[in-house]
């Protein structure tokens, strides 16, 4: 008898594990592959959609579907993200991004903890903050524009 239950339970115990590893394996597949835009100040999703007649470049929907901005590794994005950095975020955040009247957005001590990963910081770009800290979705940039203003960002951390 109690070799009997004991390669019941075995048996239930290997048919069940598979199973219920194989759901795990799934739903984490499905979370860590659609990145969650959220705004920084109520932590709700938001939707992130292109401006009317704007191409959604390869590295935009790479960074949709996954989360991972390519133009990190890529020197020539980083110096276009450099000029548009210069143009639209300096005058706050200062050239090194150490913060002037807008905070720092190097050295890993931010307001809205979401600002150290890319979606976070791309959610808060498009989406805006509080204050002086407003949506540049309803601005002259892209998302393409966002995504190498991001890599020239992480650039300037990974010199400190
Ligand atoms: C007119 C001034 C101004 C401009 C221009 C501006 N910002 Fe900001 N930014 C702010 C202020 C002020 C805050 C703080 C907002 C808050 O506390 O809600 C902020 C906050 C942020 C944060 C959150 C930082 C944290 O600590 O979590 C990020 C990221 C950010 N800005 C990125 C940018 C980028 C990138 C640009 C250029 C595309 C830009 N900002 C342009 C003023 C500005």
Known sequence: ???????FSSMLIKAVIPVALAATAHVGVVAADKPVFKHPIDGAPIEVPLKPGEAETPAVKEFKQTGTNVYRDNAAAVQGG???YEQWCQTCHNAD????MGPPLVGGQYIYPQTATDVGMFSI????????MQPFSKRDVTQDDMLKIIAYIRSLDRKK
């Open 82 to 84: 450099k000029a548009l």
């Open 1 to 7: 008898m109690r070799c009997y239950v004991e390669r």
């Open 97 to 100: 991004a150490s913060g002037k």
């Open 125 to 132: 770009i498009y989406a805006g903050a509080s204050g002086a």
